[in-house]
């Protein structure tokens, strides 16, 4: 079948976008592997900025004194609904922004004029949990997209056309594609979701110029593997652990830490063990795909709290002594610190940063929990938890500011679930996770003040210096930190895309957008002068929790306006 | 704007009449068969449906060849028993015994409709939520779905249910 179509402008504009295109054809810089590792402060080149995962640009023209002029100077409609979760990445004036269903657009990041656009056919019996993409990646003059089915597509940075596709899996036994793939030595890196369908995670690696598999590694470790006996029986083959978001990188170490997500099905009683390496970051060789070592934050998993998301690498203080470390607000409430080298990860320090119930104790030198039993849900056994299964966090991204030393966390609070378990009848692509919907509990305390929480912490002291609480919405959104000290984050179900002071948390500029956003914020220059860009396009969980919502909170919206849009700010 | 009707008119033929029988779509005088459970790959008689829900998942099958269109997934419906006097006239008007038959895939990102909420008994998609009103044409009664689940008119014979006419709606949802 042939899926794909790229769709110059030219044939709307007809000769006037040639030109433009051509003129970026001509001046389109090659993304480097130097470049990946040291990007220019003006550029954004990569998903949350550089390979440490960091989020944060050094840029400081927009300052907390001038931010309050900060206003919209180009938007452009995406023509898709549902959640918008990419970041627009940027590469010497030249933007690249993912849509759900794999659409990629370029655009001109000065003037937000369209270059090109890449759309892609499903197939027509194809479904997904989530429709969503969480952005692209860049190397040489190609541009990097999965596609759900899912695919790894190569596109030439200059045309939009495609160089070359690569089938991931099948999607008929329920694995997908939404995830940014992560570029590293030539290599392009990218993971699966299906943790709700019996799949068996991996990670896998293409040649970026070619396109040729290089290797896949499972999560899920097979008999005889190193951990396989953490699996009874076969229950490796429908094991989970999805690997969903992109993975960070540390050039120091060589190892590439990637987040593994829940286990398969939800409640650890059908699969005895601590199911390695479902709840953990794994330490990769990014050459062999080689695991040099892992962290499990929770074993035997029984809360659909993936940990899907990669730490961040940051050296940080601890007990006096500079720790080459890694920071991790886990879905399942609790701040990590951690240590790595060339051996693996190490457990340094943990505290909860969200209320939870379910962890009884954190062995001081291994950091794996005991629980609270009456907490942990299972086969025909109902049980309660907080926080519920959306975490602490979900995947929203935290930021750390280098020059501060701070972590800012988006965060959510005053929410638990239930969940009551069954045995489900496994069938290739089908929901498999050993419950059904209407047994998915998710309360709210009706007393809460408050519900999303921006919270700030001095990482190495250990302690959170503020919170920005969020009376009447959960928070959603990706939290961007700059130079100057600001805090750029949406997230919230008013549509609002605000800039907080990165020292107080106070509210210093806001500004309502077509619809909620839960896409990553950036930042760029252009001919010297910065911007901030960003994509408002409510949808998935947000919209799916804001439903729930809106049957248990009165004067919560049942449905946030959805459509996306890409938009541009600089202060005038 | 004729020549244009026309050719699309083609178009959407030629996409209705794939050569694989086991991906055509439903088509007057099939049986249909369990896609899970005890009973799996067998006709669904009206004994089989439990009053009042929940549904059942289903694939068409063609009586004379046993070919099970179960190639597309667009092909999978549900099927629920219901008192005949709760139904809204247009589903009655395409039920028989109580039986009614929707596509099983949600008009909101294509999942399968394969839930059921008891407390209010509504078919619900398992991804996302969207909840349909069985009694009335598949009506959406909550979530993002767009749009009610297309119907599939059914007839019953010795007590075995049978496909009595082509989808009637949409199947599928609108990607890009």
């Known amino acids: 079948m042939k899926a794909t179509k790229a769709l110059p402008i030219c044939t709307a504009l007809l000769g006037g976008c040639l030109s433009v295109a051509a003129a970026y054809g001509a001046g389109y810089t090659p993304v480097t592997d130097a470049r990946l590792a040291n990007p220019e402060p003006g550029n954004w080149l990569m998903t949350r900025g550089n390979y440490q995962g960091w989020s944060y640009s050094s840029l400081d023209q927009i300052n907390p004194g001038n931010v309050k002029r900060l206003v919209p100077v180009w938007a452009v409609s995406t023509g898709v609904t549902s959640g918008h979760q990419a970041p627009p990445l940027v590469n010497n004036g030249m933007m690249f922004v993912s849509t759900p269903s794999a659409q990629v657009l370029a655009l001109d990041a000065k003037t937000g004029n369209v270059i090109w656009r890449y759309k892609r056919e499903l197939p027509e019996d194809f479904s997904a949990l989530h429709n969503t993409n969480r952005g692209v990646a860049l190397h040489g003059d190609k541009v990097y997209v999965t596609g759900l089915e899912p695919v790894l597509i190569a596109l030439d940075a200059k045309t939009g056309s495609v160089v070359w596709e690569a089938k991931l899996e099948d999607y008929h036994t329920g694995y997908y594609s939404t995830m940014a793939p992560l570029i590293v030595n030539g290599k392009v890196l990218v993971g699966v979701s299906g943790g709700e369908f019996g799949v068996r995670g991996f990670v896998a690696a293409y040649d970026a110029e070619t396109g040729a598999p290089a290797w896949k590694t499972y999560t899920i470790p097979g008999p005889g593997d190193p951990g396989g006996n953490t699996w009874p029986s076969d229950t490796w083959k429908r094991g989970g652990g999805a690997t969903w978001m992109t993975g960070t990188y540390d050039p120091d170490t060589k190892l590439v830490f990637w987040g593994v997500g829940n286990a398969s099905p939800w409640f650890g009683d059908q699969r005895p063990g601590d199911n390695l390496y479902t709840a953990s970051t794994i330490a990769l060789d990014p050459n062999t795909g080689a695991i040099k070592g892992h962290f499990q934050y929770h074993w035997n998993d029984s809360w659909d709290w993936d940990e899907m998301n990669a730490p961040i690498v940051v050296d940080y203080k601890m007990g006096g002594k500079t720790v080459k470390g890694l920071l991790k607000p886990a879905r399942n409430g609790y701040l990590y610190w951690l240590s790595r080298s060339p051996s693996g990860i190490g457990f340094v320090h943990a505290t909860n940063y969200v209320k939870q119930d379910v962890f009884k104790s954190i062995d001081p030198n291994t950091g794996r929990p005991t629980y609270n039993d009456a907490n942990k849900p299972g086969t025909g056994k109902k049980a309660s938890f907080c926080p519920s299964l959306w975490g602490g966090k979900d995947w929203p991204f935290e930021a750390y500011n280098p020059k501060t030393g701070m972590l800012y966390i988006p965060a959510n609070e005053n929410h638990c679930g239930f969940l009551d378990g069954k045995v489900q009848e496994y069938v290739p692509g089908k929901w498999w996770t050993g419950v059904d919907i209407p047994d998915i509990g998710f309360t709210v305390s009706k007393d809460a003040t408050f519900f999303g929480d921006v919270q700030a912490w001095d990482v190495s002291a250990g302690a959170k210096v503020w919170d920005w609480k969020v009376p009447k919405s959960m928070m959603w959104g990706s939290i961007l930190t700059t130079g100057s000290g600001l805090v750029f984050v949406g997230g919230t179900n008013d549509r609002k895309f605000r800039a907080l002071d990165g020292k107080s948390g106070q509210v210093l500029w806001e500004f309502t957008t077509n619809s909620g956003i839960i896409a990553p914020p950036v930042s760029y220059t252009v001919d010297g002068k910065q911007y901030i860009a960003v994509a408002s396009g409510w949808g998935v969980d947000a919209q799916f929790q804001q439903g729930l919502l809106s049957n248990l909170l009165p004067g919560w919206d049942k449905s946030i306006p959805e459509g996306g849009v890409i938009w541009a700010f600089a202060v005038q | ?176």
Request: with cysteine; charged share 25%; aromatic share 6%.
């Open chain 2, 1 to 176: 704007m004729l020549g244009l009707g026309v050719s699309w008119s083609f178009l959407d033929v030629a996409a209705a009449a794939p050569k694989d029988p086991a991906a055509a779509r439903p088509t007057p005088g099939d049986r249909l068969v369990f896609v899970l459970g005890d009973k799996k790959g067998q006709v669904v008689k009206v004994e089989d449906l439990t009053l009042e829900g929940p549904q059942e998942l289903a694939y068409p099958m063609d009586p004379a060849t046993k070919v099970v269109r179960d190639a597309s997934r667009l092909n999978q419906v549900l099927l629920i028993r219901l008192d005949p006097a709760e139904l809204a006239p247009d589903a009655r008007a395409n039920a028989a015994d109580g039986v009614v038959a929707y596509s099983a895939i949600c008009t909101h990102q294509g999942c399968d409709v394969s839930q059921w909420k008891p407390d209010t008994k509504m078919l619900l998609c398992v991804c996302h939520g969207s909840e349909y009103d069985p009694r009335d044409r598949a009506k959406v009664t909550f979530g993002p779905a767009p749009r009610r689940l297309a119907m599939l008119p059914v007839k019953t014979d010795g007590g075995v249910v049978i496909v009595a006419g082509p989808f009637k709606g949409k199947v599928g949802f609108m990607d890009l």
